[in-house]
Each structure stands twice: as structure tokens, then as C-alpha cells.
């Protein structure tokens, strides 16, 4: 399914929606071009929960990067094509909203703000995990999360496969991302206890979108700036 924002135009031009987008794919195409080397580039600026276990008990790893600063630094990295292409249409689709309704630097904070205390909560729930976790699905997750205590009643037009037929239909907002939350928290649940599940954070989604919800509406997100 590929949802289309189908609520009232935006009327500022979501500068900060589309920078990310071009940081995101400028850094994707260089991860391209590592080839070999990708591997020792995400050890570097990856989340690796069990180094950031290291870093709070005071002992982090000898790395020229700050485990810390892997909270940000990861959420501009992805796996492959159809990770950042997901991801990048779910921010263009939720996210020139928000922003208009944020304005540009307190929804840069928000976003941010948002995939820092996601990559928390995939730490965690799984603080001796060692696998790299990349992506900026928890930062997107906290945009819908917002957006869905914002617009619950606006339409979300839907691609829709039918056998060999496509066809469109309108969901409300309160449907598609309540059940894209239930499914990640339903998910989150069913990898307790394994630490590499499917190389999935769902833990990430799951606490993006709440906190998302959360720091909206305390940031400003209800007043009417339309």
C-alpha cells in the first residue's frame, strides 16, 4: 500500500521535510559506493545497543565516534532501496503537516527528538543486542504518531491491489496508523527475549509513534496556525 496524505494543503513549503529527504538519499548513495566498507561504516555511526550498554556504565568503546551521537547519526542511514524509499515516502507523506504545524525548527527538533528517544527504546529492550541499527523509521514513526493525534479524521488515499486490478481507497488516519501502531507493537511483543528477531526495530516504531503522540501536542502541535 502506498498512502497519499488526502488532508487540507499545506501552506509553507516544508523546507525542513524535503532537506532531510535530500540528506537521506545523498548519504544513502554513498553508502552505495563503500562497497566492502559498509560494514565498518555502520559500526561506526550505527546504533549498536550493546556499545551503548558500554557507553552509560562508563566504559565505551575506542571509536572516534561517540556512542551517544549514534542516536542521531543513525537515523540518516539505511539498509537498501526499499528501506529509504519507504521511509521517504512516509515522511513526505506525513510530514509537510506537521512541520506547517510546528514550524520549521521545532519540527527539525522534533523529528530528531523523536528518533534519539526511539533508538532508546530499541536499546532498552535489548541492551546486549550487537546488531547495527539503522534508519530513520523511528524519527517517521513519531510524525505519524503526531499526526494522528492531529488529524485522526483525514482522509488517507490508498493504493490497493485487487488480483491484477489497482484501485484506491480513502482510510481515516485513525485506522491506517492505528493499525500500522497496533502491528508494530504486536511485533515488539513477539521479539521480547530474541536479539536479532528479523533485523526489524519494531521496538523503535513502536516507542517513536508514542512518544511522537506525546511531544506533539507539548510542542504546539494543536494550536491553529491554518
Not at 545497543?49 to 557507553?55: K, M, N, R
Not at 530499541?122 to 530513520?136: D, E, K, L
Not at 481507497?169 to 493499525?179: K, N
Request: aromatic share 16%.
Amino acid at each position: 500500500m502506498i498512502p497519499i496524505n488526502d488532508e487540507n494543503p499545506t501552506y509553507s513549503t516544508p523546507i525542513v521535510v524535503y532537506a532531510l529527504i535530500a540528506i537521506n538519499v545523498i548519504v544513502f548513495l554513498y553508502e552505495m559506493s563503500l562497497g566492502s566498507g559498509l560494514d565498518g561504516f555502520f559500526q561506526l555511526y550505527a546504533v549498536i545497543p550493546q556499545q551503548l550498554s558500554a557507553s552509560f556504565n562508563g566504559t565505551p568503546p575506542d571509536q572516534p565516534v561517540p556512542e551517544l551521537a549514534t542516536l542521531i547519526t543513525s537515523q540518516f542511514l539505511h539498509g537498501g532501496l526499499l528501506h529509504i524509499a519507504g521511509n521517504m515516502l512516509f515522511l513526505w507523506t506525513f510530514g509537510d503537516n506537521i512541520e506547517h504545524d510546528l514550524g520549521h525548527f521545532k519540527f527539525l527538533f522534533f523529528y530528531l527528538l523523536c528518533g534519539v528517544l526511539a533508538g532508546l527504546t530499541h536499546w532498552f529492550f535489548g541492551m546486549q543486542s550487537i546488531a547495527p541499527t539503522v534508519g530513520a523509521s523511528g524519527a517517521i514513526a513519531g510524525v505519524m504518531g503526531a499526526y494522528l493525534v492531529k488529524y485522526p479524521k483525514a482522509k488517507i488515499v490508498t493504493f490497493l491491489p485487487l488480483f491484477i486490478i489497482w484501485t484506491t481507497v480513502r482510510i481515516p488516519a485513525v485506522f491506517f496508523l492505528g493499525f500500522w501502531f497496533v502491528q508494530q507493537a504486536i511485533s515488539s511483543v513477539a521479539s521480547l527475549g530474541i536479539q536479532e528477531a528479523s533485523g526489524v526495530a519494531y521496538w523503535a516504531h513502536a516507542g517513536g509513534f508514542i512518544f511522537g503522540a506525546i511531544l506533539g501536542p507539548l510542542l504546539g502541535l494543536m494550536s491553529d496556525r491554518r
